[in-house]
């Protein structure tokens, strides 16, 4: 479904409790102490009637509300599935209004759909606005929109270049900043999870601004992982290789295109969407844990290859 403008009753902040300050979105709560641990669950039923179970001991428990941006289709739709079979309640958001709310229903189990030009920082912050005075505090935040658009290096539109930039490589600095700040405010330890690609470390000549942006997100993800390791937020990256989407179905179309692909693939297979989200999903839980910093390369060996063998 598509989110609405109504507010949510989990919203305000509690003082009485001794662990209040962690509970800034929760007013019906249960709040069990003893001398040992304090444990906080929020036992307040949303609207779409699904209970979410925020905080234990000042963190989210396993049931955390993950946000993936470009979910409306392919790797974005993908990670968002691994996520919800690992128990998280998710927030999608994409530019194409249709599109994501096809992905939420499709997804179901209360899954909201958000429209969001991640290029655009004004809608961004709005998106995160929305999202904290109806649904809460996020935990995992997936950064997966992303443009390729494609072109001559010597005739580049310099606003093509800007626009790609803006979307792949401003977009996850600002959404991650945001996500971060809240996680800080709530006494979250969450996971913060960016898609980058093989094209972050081999080129191609095509897609200049796409490389240039991927490269980037590979340096942001080590900036971020730095400085919220002393909050316990981890940043880590997922760098893509080549996966059956609909950006590679060109390719797929084209034989000669895909033997060239084929031949600087080790496995001698492109990789699925869910295999990246898989990924994703693993950086984003509790298993890996002590993963802060790293871009993951599913490429199917291609990375690693010597072309002079």
Do not use: W
């Amino acid at each position: 479904m598509i989110s609405t403008a109504s507010p949510h009753p989990c919203n305000v902040q509690t003082k009485d409790c001794l662990v209040g300050r962690y509970l800034k979105y929760i007013t019906s709560f249960s709040c069990h102490i003893n001398r040992l641990n304090f444990v906080y669950d929020c036992d307040e039923q949303t609207e779409t009637g699904h209970e979410i179970r925020y905080l234990k001991e000042g963190k989210m428990s396993d049931k955390q509300l993950a946000l993936v941006t470009g979910a409306a289709q392919g790797i974005g739709y993908a990670c968002a599935e691994a996520l919800a079979e690992d128990g998280m309640h998710l927030i999608l958001a994409d530019i194409n209004a249709g599109s994501v709310s096809a992905a939420a229903d499709r997804l179901g189990n209360g899954t909201v759909g958000m429209v969001c030009d991640m290029g655009d920082v004004d809608q961004i912050n709005s998106m995160f606005d929305t999202i904290e005075k109806e649904h809460g505090p996020i935990g995992v935040l997936v950064n997966n929109a992303g443009v390729a658009m494609p072109g001559d290096f010597l005739t580049y539109d310099l606003d093509v270049f800007q626009r790609v930039l803006d979307i792949n490589l401003r977009g996850v600095f600002v959404a991650t900043q945001r996500a971060s700040r809240i996680m800080i405010d709530a006494g979250i330890e969450g996971a913060i999870v960016n898609m980058s690609s093989i094209n972050a470390l081999v080129a191609i000549p095509s897609i200049p601004a796409y490389c240039a942006s991927k490269g980037g997100v590979m340096q942001l993800t080590k900036v971020a992982a730095l400085a919220l390791a002393p909050h316990n937020i981890r940043v880590n990256a997922v760098g893509p290789g080549s996966i059956d989407t609909a950006m590679l179905a060109g390719v797929n179309a084209d034989p000669a295109a895909m033997d060239r692909i084929m031949s600087r693939t080790p496995l001698k297979r492109v990789g699925s969407a869910r295999e990246i989200g898989d990924v994703v999903a693993f950086l984003a839980g509790k298993k890996s844990s002590y993963i802060t910093g790293e871009t993951i390369y599913v490429d199917g060996g291609r990375i690693g290859m010597n072309y002079t063998c």
